[in-house]
């Protein structure tokens, strides 16, 4: 098996894969610049809050159904495909809602209709937009070849978390110029992906491997469960930042706000790090990279819980670098098992249902234990994240073991 793995490394001509890194930063600078305008796109509307985030919620929502569905047409009609109709969905959707919200503001559309329209542009971000990440990891992989899947992967997933990183400054910057300036610009940027990825060849699909499977089974579900326990644990400690801050800093709201983009920004460097320096290089199998990063997001996790400002900072950190690890590991994993295409389909579905777990969570640990034990709460995931990593290395047998 090993031969003929690396007989497909060897035919594979290495191409570059920034421009499908680029296309994945495009989700990271819509996600996290879409939060920074909640506040005016709230004003620009009239629209409520909770309005905005249950649009917000429907968009993410419709990734359940329609990632999977993109996984498998990754692997029918190429990715490239994919990918050219995940731009042009991203395109559209920000399209319509700077449309919107700039109609909505001039007076010149009343609210039901801008509802309507805003729901549309939601509806068209989860039905595209779903497929952009999955057709990047499993083209990312095509071009690299099974032997540099690992670096593969890591490339898409720095991709992401630049965009992360860059998206909230962006669209603060776009907010000076305009109040629906950052809507535009998001527009108008996958245009610039769109033609580099219409440059690009098509590169056919990898054979599946005899151990590939072209459905999903019962056997994989543990790594997807791990991939929705990552999504959870994540989204919580998130959460948890500003109750957690607030009775150490007074309850000053301005210096809350100004820790939390601190620590979000930490958290992302450390991501980026993680990537580029410990995933990237491949030094570790996939199966020592899950483990490794579950007994750090507990580390972690275990020093935000204590009560004290400066190992808050390097809690966060140390839980940034696990998580980033965490995800390559059980995607490679059930990347053994299950065809690229519809592994990368199911592992996105399982992170949606992760931050769904995450949303059902908070209400019920707010209302029984209060705010500030959110970050408890994602602790408690992680435990159980590295507990289900733990069964999994049981489970597993090296090469050596089976011969």
Wanted: one cysteine or more; aromatic letters at 6%; proline letters at 6%.
């Amino acid at each position: 098996m090993r031969a003929y793995s690396e007989t497909l490394t060897e035919n594979i001509t290495p191409k570059a894969n920034w421009p499908l890194a680029l296309c994945a930063g495009l989700l990271g600078v819509g996600q996290n610049g879409l939060l920074v305008m909640l506040p005016q796109l709230v004003t620009l509307t009239g629209l409520s809050l909770s309005v905005w985030a249950g649009l917000l919620m429907f968009g993410s929502m419709l990734f359940l159904p329609a990632s999977p569905w993109w996984g498998r047409q990754s692997e029918r009609r190429g990715c490239k495909v994919v990918m050219v109709a995940s731009l042009s969905g991203y395109l559209a959707s920000f399209g319509v809602m700077a449309l919107v919200v700039w109609a909505m503001a001039a007076g010149m559309l009343a609210g039901a209709w801008g509802l309507a329209g805003l729901i549309l542009s939601r509806l068209l971000y989860g039905l595209t937009v779903s497929g952009m990440v999955p057709a990047a990891q499993t083209w990312a992989i095509q071009r690299a070849g099974l032997e540099k899947r690992m670096a593969a992967l890591a490339t898409i997933s720095s991709g992401l978390s630049c965009g992360r990183l860059l998206g909230p400054p962006l669209a603060a910057l776009m907010l000076s110029v305009n109040p629906v300036a950052p809507l535009w610009l998001m527009a108008i940027a996958p245009l610039i992906a769109l033609l580099l990825v219409l440059r690009e060849v098509a590169d056919p699909p990898l054979p599946p491997v005899a151990h590939q499977s072209t459905r999903l089974q019962v056997s994989m579900l543990p790594f997807l469960l791990l991939a929705l326990l990552l999504a959870a644990l994540v989204s919580l400690m998130q959460l948890g930042l500003a109750p957690h801050l607030s009775p150490l800093l007074e309850g000053n709201a301005r210096d809350i706000s100004h820790h939390v983009a601190l620590l979000l920004s930490l958290a992302a460097l450390a991501t980026l790090a993680a990537q580029f320096l410990v995933v990237r290089p491949q030094h570790f199998s996939p199966l020592m990279l899950l483990c490794i990063a579950a007994v750090l997001m507990v580390t972690g996790l275990g020093l935000m819980c204590v009560a004290e400002l400066a190992l808050f900072y390097v809690g966060i950190a140390i839980t940034s670098l696990g998580a980033a690890m965490a995800t390559p590991g059980y995607q490679l994993l059930l990347n053994d098992r299950l065809t690229t295409g519809k592994g990368a389909g199911a592992i996105a579905t399982s992170h949606t249902l992760g931050y769904g777990v995450s949303a059902l969570l908070v209400p019920v640990v707010t209302r029984f234990f209060g705010e500030q034990y959110l970050t408890m709460a994602a602790w408690g995931m992680a435990v159980l994240f590295l507990a289900l990593s733990v069964g999994v290395r049981v489970n597993e047998r090296t090469p050596a073991e089976k011969h």
